[in-house]
């Protein structure tokens, strides 16, 4: 294994741990409010400072991470094996299928699914938990987000079974099945590697997005998304640089799974 | 010596006077920039009903009284003078000479006949006439000779000329044509001459306003006025900070903390205005909630220990970064004139509502908060999404309640949902929103008080008071309604709040403070905690230095 | 082939409509729906109460006979009347219409400009660090909210709403086609006839095209489709954020007030770009060798 895929998964890993173990590392938890300290700079007690109630910074970012890297990576990859079982068997096989299946993901396209997840969020008991809440909202936005992902990878299998390896295994006599599972889909890991990849941040900020509308995550769990929308406020980030500590950490969790997740090594 | 005097005295009348010796006039000119946050919809005046409209209804419409935003007292306009007749049951109007719209037509008796009839008209259900319709018949409106303009009410009405200040004085064929905005005369300082959706309204001087200044000069003093549409207030502050924009209305704190960092004279906190943050208990029989947390939310003990673990000047200091106060009850003080100077800042006592509630027969243990039967006490805010203040408020109240051992939960929806609950399902056990007190009368808020009310938040449109102190607070405020003595009006409105604040059906948390901005550039902006704070007198406006802007 | 693209417009058009049907009946059912917020307001009485939710009351036809009823009038050109803007949806759409297309538009141009150029750089170096380098750029960019790059832009100054816009887009969308686009030229440099041309001598720009461009075209070019998708998408809450009078902006406030005749129209306007953008990616893919039917 190189070098850095090894650092990468083992930095990973502690980023993991360090929020499982948020309950040790930050005892204070992410909802206590220390009242008489509101924005307070990082010290010893608060390492990332408080936020304006008072609530330990570093504390929140912990518990954060775990609704976020739990949450988001599980949506992103929901959303990238649905598009890639839709996707690759629209380009694989083609003829109606192939045409049914397309036009199904243009639906999924344009149509206004938020409406949808207010419905569910509606539907929920007012006295649902934070977490069961926001864990049924990434759900719906995997089994949602699967259409971007399947069009590009419809594609990317269109033009690959005409491949001369392709040809040559269905000459050899290789079934259809065997055809996917040992040819086809290694072949495209890259660009289900790079669909995965790209989603995991969506859903994370996705999840800020739809705070505006009452589907993100409530008081007072915290997540990357909410902390990530307070950059919003530029002054009082360029005053407070360590507020940009939960973009840092996103940056690096995702250099993380570009290293980490099965590519090719284009330096070859 | 004498020729030298003489030298002197020429020499006097030849130079100019100095600057220090003459008083400055304000300078006419410019064009005066500020955002309306949403887009206009309605420019018919007659139907006016959200912020935007209203906002440029203020800037081109006349009325026949204004409520002077700065002394809480009323001012003749259109109409020169008025008195009220018959108890309260009518009141007339003289109406002044020499009006004209902005295309040069004079305002007739006819123009006003046409907007009083048609505000009061049912039918119409123009949002200016909804105060005056408090039974089926509707008033008459009459001209008993001359200008004189006679308004007959169905039943007396204190205070019913102040509702004047929202009737818009227009003419039919003004209203024909608000679907062109540009093309409606006016009677206001400005109107309109173009509108470009999404993107602004501009609004040029009237050439014909009525109004004059000590000097004689006609006023408006500003050339232009342009209203941005501008929603997003981050942005909106960016844009005051450039120069761009010279007025802010309802600045929230953290913005005026980073303008008053920048640009200290330019941040204006005008102190307490009439807008509070408030909490109330779901008490509607048919709430589909378990019946054990209904009997809570119905308990005025447990109302009452709810109010007292509350924080308040926690909320005002860390929400509002001290712009804001702790509320004292359901009016502001600086509601001048009706505010109860008997009622103090209910005392913020945890240990205090845990004994409260332990007379109830509640018990903690293991820092949780049980009733009688074992029910662990736990129950759901919502609130609306999207507004920082109101999600940290709620923050704060969750850990304030969990300290006596209540796990609040926190729902934030968006505010069709959150409409749709506590309005039609009433499928909610407690909801935090924002109240704007718009009318300093009490008569303005009999929506909110009767039983039998829409508004009346938490338990709306009673067959029947379902409470004894309800029932008492209906009696007060019908009496009120119909009293001719302000003394006595008065003593009955200070009992309703008395009860309020005894009963506790909403916990008011904060007065919030009416925050501005107003650029240096500007002369005479005196901001107002009523709305629209710092234009209400748009027609005095300056800026300082003339038409540079 | 004349028949075949006739076939795929009708498969388009198809489900442009179940689409429209799909939102119509997506937001009947949402909470919030029918309700207006003056229900709220203090200073309406019992009558006046009464009066705004007759108004706001959706008819009690049922979804399916209100949208053929739509569909009907759309036909003619009416497009049916906004409840929260109070006027003609054509009138709308027209207005803002222009606006959306410009900022979405050039950002989808710059957006993919940036990143194929950056992938096909990354590509022909093929150096790890640059490779590094180039993916800590995207990585940023899909980081950041889209709501911090939109003020962002704004602070930057001397934009205006629409290139603040444009550049916002620009910014969500490069990330996206830069990484898809190196992995799949990635993996056709790979390939066994590149390393062959690249040892027998073929000039750089030649096997740049001819080798890496074309044999990949089809591939990227899927992503076409979605890349308007994604921009429209992040159109939303730039307009917003920007302030720029567009189709987001409108979605935005439709989808807050429930405004049914609009929310359906804007779904039946992306419905059909999403349709044709596809459709036109698959048109102008290259055919390759043997195909199976």
């Known amino acids: 294994m190189k070098p850095l895929r090894r650092a990468a998964i083992i930095l990973l890993a502690a980023i993991y741990l360090a929020a499982l173990s948020a309950g040790w590392i930050a005892p204070a938890g992410y909802a206590r409010q220390f009242r008489e300290s509101p924005g307070v700079r990082p010290s010893a007690m608060f390492l990332l400072g408080t936020d304006e109630l008072g609530r330990d910074s570093f504390a929140r970012l912990l518990y954060g991470s775990r609704v976020s890297l739990t949450l988001a990576p599980a949506a992103a990859a929901l959303a990238t094996l649905v598009g890639a079982v839709a996707g690759v068997g629209a380009g694989y096989w083609g003829g109606w299928i192939d045409t049914c299946l397309a036009r199904v993901m243009d639906l999924f396209l344009s149509v206004p699914w938020l409406f949808l997840l207010l419905t569910v969020r509606a539907a929920l008991p007012l006295n649902v938990r934070p977490l069961e809440s926001i864990g049924i909202t990434f759900l719906l936005l995997g089994l949602l987000g699967w259409a971007g992902p399947a069009r590009v990878l419809r594609a990317a299998a269109r033009d690959m079974k005409s491949e001369d390896f392709m040809i040559q295994a269905r000459a050899r006599g290789c079934g259809p099945l065997r055809l996917l599972r040992f040819h086809l889909l290694p072949n495209l890991a890259p660009v289900l590697a790079a669909q995965f990849w790209t989603s995991v941040p969506l859903f994370i900020l996705s999840e800020a997005n739809l705070g505006f509308l009452g589907l993100g995550v409530a008081e007072p769990l915290p997540s990357w998304g909410n902390l990530l929308a307070g950059l919003q406020n530029m002054d009082a980030v360029s005053s407070c640089p360590w507020r940009l500590a939960p973009l840092v950490l996103l940056l690096v969790v995702m250099a993380c799974f570009h290293l980490i997740v099965p590519m090719e090594d284009f330096s070859k | 010596m004498n020729a030298r005097w003489g030298c002197f005295a020429v020499g006097l009348l030849l130079v100019p006077p100095s600057r220090s010796a003459r008083i400055p006039e304000p300078a006419s000119g410019g064009e005066l920039r500020f955002c309306l946050h ?55 109007f003289r109406l002044r000479e020499g009006v004209r719209f902005s295309d040069g037509s004079p305002l007739t008796t006819a123009d006003v006949l046409f907007s009083l009839r048609s505000v009061l008209d049912p039918a119409l259900h123009s949002p200016a006439g909804e105060p005056f ?96 549409i501008q929603q997003n207030r981050d942005l909106e502050l960016v844009r005051f900070l450039r120069g761009e924009i010279h007025l802010i209305n309802g600045l929230d704190a953290e913005s005026f903390e980073r303008l008053a960092a920048k640009s200290p004279g330019e941040a204006r906190d005008m102190g307490r205005s009439l807008e509070n943050e408030e909490l109330w208990f779901n008490q509607v029989a048919r709430a589909p909630i378990p019946a054990y947390r209904k009997q809570w939310f119905r308990s005025r003990e447990f109302r009452r220990a709810v109010a007292q673990a509350i924080n308040r000047a926690d909320l005002a200091r860390l929400v509002y970064r001290g712009h804001a106060a702790p509320a004292i009850g359901p009016v502001s003080p600086a509601n001048l004139a009706w505010f109860d100077q008997n009622l103090h800042v209910p005392a913020f006592d945890p240990d205090a509502a845990l004994a409260r509630l332990k007379t109830m027969g509640f018990s903690l243990a293991d820092s949780v908060l049980r009733d009688r039967e074992g029910h662990a006490v736990e129950f759901s805010l919502v609130t609306n999404s999207g507004n920082k203040s109101r999600e940290r408020l709620a923050a704060m109240i969750q850990q304030d309640l969990a300290r006596i051992g209540i796990r609040l939960n926190v729902v934030t929806l968006d505010f069709g949902s959150l409409i749709e609950r506590i309005t039609r399902t009433f499928d909610y056990e407690s909801c935090l929103l924002g109240m704007v007190n718009v009318d300093l ?47 006595r009006r008065k003593a009955l409105f200070d009992r309703v709040q008395e009860i309020v604040v005894d009963q506790a059906p909403v916990v008011v948390l904060v007065d919030k403070n009416a925050l501005s901005a107003v650029s240096r550039s500007l002369g005479n902006v005196t901001p107002a905690v009523l709305h629209p704070q710092t234009f209400w007198n748009i027609d005095r406006i300056y800026f300082r230095g003339g038409a540079a802007h | 082939m004349r028949a075949r693209l006739v076939r795929s417009l009708t498969t388009v058009l198809l489900t442009v409509l179940l689409g429209g049907l799909i939102a119509a009946a997506l937001v009947r059912r949402s909470p919030g729906f ?134 916002v887009i620009a910014l969500v969308i490069f990330p996206r086609v830069f990484r898809y686009a190196r992995a799949i030229l990635g993996r056709t440099a790979a390939a066994p006839h590149v390393l062959m041309a690249r040892a027998k001598g073929v000039p750089p720009l030649r096997l740049l095209w001819a080798h890496l461009i074309r044999p990949s075209a089809a591939a990227i070019l899927a992503l076409l489709g979605v890349s308007v998708s994604v921009a429209f998408g992040a159109a939303i809450p730039v307009e917003v954020l920007c302030d720029s009078p567009g189709l987001g902006q409108l979605a935005w406030q439709a989808a807050l007030k429930r405004d049914l005749p609009l929310l359906i129209d804007i779904t039946l306007v992306v419905s059909l770009l999403a349709g044709i953008s596809g459709l036109a990616a698959d048109v102008l893919r290259p055919s390759r060798g043997v195909e199976e039917s």
């Open chain 2, 133 to 228: 319709r408090t039974g089926k018949d509707v008033p008459s409106v009459s001209q008993p000779g001359g200008r004189r303009i006679l308004v007959s009410l169905a039943a007396p009405m204190a205070g019913v000329d102040r509702l004047f200040d929202e009737v818009p004085i227009t003419s039919a064929r003004s209203v024909e044509r608000s679907a062109h905005p540009s093309e409606m005369p006016v009677l206001g300082p400005f109107r309109i001459v173009e509108y470009r959706p999404g993107s602004s309204v501009l609004l040029t001087r009237n050439p014909f306003y009525w109004k004059k200044d000590k000097g004689g000069r006609r006023l408006p003093y500003l050339d232009s006025v342009r209203l941005v």
């Open chain 3, 34 to 167: 029918g309700i207006d917020e003056r229900e709220f307001d203090a200073r309406y009485g019992e009558d006046g109460i009464r009066h705004i939710r007759e108004e706001a009351k959706p008819s009690g036809r049922g979804i399916l006979p209100d949208y053929l009823r739509f569909l009907a009038h759309a036909a003619t050109g009416d497009l049916g009347i906004s409840a929260s803007f109070h006027r003609p949806v054509s009138a709308l759409l027209a207005e803002r219409f222009p606006e959306t297309m410009h900022s979405a538009g050039a950002g989808l141009a710059f957006g993919w400009t940036a990143g194929m150029l950056l992938a096909l750089a990354a590509t022909a170096l093929a150096r790890p660090t640059f490779d590094l380098g180039a993916g800590a750029a995207a990585a940023l960019f899909l980081c950041l909210p889209s709501s911090v790059l939109a003020l962002a832009m704004m602070l930057a100054g001397g934009l205006g709403e629409n290139r603040a816009a444009a550049a």
């Open chain 2, 441 to 487: 009368d009490p008569g303005g808020e009999m929506n909110v008080w009767l039983s039998s009310a829409s508004s009346h938040a938490w338990n709306p449109a009673q067959p029947a008071p379902a409470t004894e102190w309800e029932a008492e607070i209906d009696r007060l405020m019908r009496e009120q309604a119909v009293a001719t003595s302000f003394a």
């Open chain 2, 38 to 92: 949403a887009e206009p919809k309605n420019f018919n005046p007659l139907m006016v009903s959200e912020e935007p409209d209203e906002a440029v209804r203020f800037l081109t419409g006349g009325v026949l009284i204004r409520l002077n935003r700065q002394t809480q007292v009323l001012d003749p306009e259109l109409a020169e003078s008025w008195q009220i007749l018959d108890g309260g049951r009518k009141i007339e």
